[in-house]
């Protein structure tokens, strides 16, 4: 999916660091997508099974693959840097982890709505920030986050099960609204936890750094909004 909104990616840029300071920038963007890519794959396999429909069950599974070869297109290129995917990994662990416990679903239309909120965010998320790397990166995390074949799977299919249940669309709106704040919380502890975000946002100023991120976290929450009306819902 291409990007939704207008964050300005043109802004120019300022040096910020060594060579090798930035290598280990890039280093952490793939070390937490390759751990999200994992993490979705472990969820779609196990959504699968508990499916209403095998139908359902396909079209998960189908999904899940598709996570874990965004996966080992991340581990490949860690690797062409010389780094091994699971040092990569290493220092996102614990905060993706508690992150899906906070949001564990309590079943699986809430499953289907966690993977059409947070996944579409993080997106959106590595998509901006890569939009400001060399053409490499920026070709590679457009091509993991690409996701409208799944965005257009989970909005039919959260559509089709909304229609007639005002209760499920009460629930889910209100889940989908605390997902989204757990989401953009979560991209932004990362982003300070390493530290990477103002540098790979390419700038050495903190007020630009704010005013850069403001910018980037509202086009994700008008993007959200979006998807919440395509569902019929309120973000």
Do not use: C
Request: proline content about 3%.
């Amino acid at each position: 999916m291409s990007s939704e909104g207008s964050f300005p990616a043109d802004r120019p840029a300022t040096s910020n660091g060594t060579g090798a300071e930035q290598l280990q920038h890039v280093v952490d963007l793939y070390g937490v997508m390759a751990y999200g890519e994992l993490s979705a794959f472990e969820r779609f396999s196990s959504d699968a099974r508990f499916s209403p429909t095998l139908k359902d069950r396909a079209d998960l599974g189908r999904l899940a693959v598709v996570e874990f070869g965004h996966f080992e297109l991340v581990s490949a290129e860690l690797a062409r840097l010389g780094v091994d995917v699971q040092v990569a990994m290493a220092p996102f662990q614990a905060s993706i982890d508690a992150f899906h416990e906070r949001t564990r679903p309590g079943d699986w239309y809430e499953s289907l709505m966690k993977a059409y909120v947070t996944d579409a965010v993080s997106g959106d998320f590595y998509r901006a920030i890569a939009d400001r790397l060399d053409p490499d990166t920026r070709a590679l995390v457009s091509r993991i986050k690409e996701n409208e074949d799944q965005l257009t799977l989970l909005t039919t299919r959260l559509r089709r099960a909304l229609e007639h249940d005002e209760r499920l669309a009460s629930r889910l709106a209100l889940w989908g609204r605390r997902l989204v704040g757990e989401a953009l919380t979560q991209a932004q502890r990362i982003g300070i936890e390493r530290a990477f975000l103002g540098a790979l946002l390419g700038l050495d100023d903190p007020a630009a750094q704010q005013t850069v991120t403001a910018e980037l976290f509202a086009e994700l929450t008008r993007n959200h909004s979006r998807r919440m009306n395509a569902l019929g819902l309120t973000a």
